[in-house]
């Protein structure tokens, strides 16, 4: 892990980008965080769409973690941003496009092409970065997972011991076979759904949501489409990570 | 409306029995309530359960409300408690109970048999009982309605104007009409659901949050069956409240 460039935010959190071997990501440690108070971590997952593209709404969200004693971080997804483009995702994405455009249902092979190589490639991935960001003496344990492909955090917490809690977000299309992993989820789970999400399908998300294997999960619907999480619906989602992590 | 009792609990609430005409209610305000300083009111619906019964729950919640600066309030439902037996209704719930022994699927002729008339007899009782409590110096608007039978929080949101949120509990059957009743809702609604409640229907618990008309409403779900409402959901409601009544 290699930290490329390092400013200070208004409000004293410290944000370093940094790369792993070809990876992009940016780490946010709040002014709190040193060798003797090293702070705990939740890892900013986020739809791929590059890191240039979220960033204002991941530092947004480093920030508040912050303000509740949290350092976060995250990493660019393959395919995405600066990363070398992924034709296969790519031609997939196009194929789900096609898909809704055209009013037909979503099949479950074209769900398949899309999600499952992004989470086969990019959970290794996280699991490179916590190793790194671990190793920080100003970072401590213990980690949580919030946002991004559910698919993708899902993963994490089956194969991921050194996450304690996660906080999902129910809105992209879900591999049929992501139901079995869910299953075997124990850690304590909080789902966000955006009820009315136009991209996304609702019981498919419920169906996700009861398959989980944890016996705290608690899942959180709100109005506003697929990025109207409305604020409210943020501090929940702190909350529990304040509850599970402090 | 008579006092009838009065007693200072521990953490300075001031808890009053009362009676409105033949019914039976508790007011609880808080030490800071005045004339000068008039609390915002939340109602307590409950369970037909009888109060005494639901005391030591109804009371907990009213500390809370009080904490966060509000006065709580509520009324014996008719069937319940002291007040005089209902037959038909009692017929209808052990229709309900011999069902549910039975295994059979629970009819929509039992669940009107059983809520409707709760709900057409309560509601203006209910409002008669806010009549009387704004009356009171020491109390003052906006007021919240939270908890108890579903169906009768549904018919007060719509048919009362002075009721500005609810947080309703969808732990209990919910007769077809409601749902008609539900689209006309427009207040902001936070709404609790136990998902694995032995004694509801989470399809049809689904589909009424999916009816309100509101434009901002919430779900809640959680673990622990139907009196298992973990710490963290009552402390969400109580914010949601003092979002919206302060």
Known sequence: ?????????????????????EIPGILWTPASA??????????????????????PRLVDRARHSAADGF???????????????????????????????????????????????????????WQAALDALLALPEIGGPVGYSGGVISVGTRLAVVEPRISAAVLFAGSFVPRVMFDEARQVTIPLH??????????DRQ????????????????????GGHTGVPQHAG????????????
Chains 1, 2 share one sequence.
């Open 204 to 223: 498919s998300a419920l169906d996700l949501f009861d398959a989980f294997g944890s016996e705290e999960k608690t899942l959180h619907a709100n109005m």
């Open 34 to 55: 040193s060798t003797s108070a090293p702070a705990p971590l939740i890892l900013l997952g986020h739809p791929p769409l590059g890191l240039h593209k979220m960033y």
């Open 71 to 125: 350092a976060a971080a995250t990493i660019e997804l393959p395919g995405s941003g600066d990363r070398p483009r992924w034709p296969a995702v790519e031609q997939a994405r196009a194929d789900l496009r096609r898909a809704l455009e055209a009013g037909e249902p979503v099949s479950d092979e074209i769900v398949d092409r899309l999600v499952l190589p992004l989470v086969d490639k990019a959970v290794p991935e």
């Open 1 to 21: 892990m290699q930290f490329i460039s390092e400013q200070h935010l208004a409000d004293g959190v410290r944000e370093r980008e940094f790369t792993l071997g």
């Open 235 to 246: 501090n929940a989602a702190a909350q529990f990570f304040t509850r599970h992590l402090k």
């Open 191 to 200: 789902v966000l759904l955006q009820w009315d999400d136009e991209g996304n």
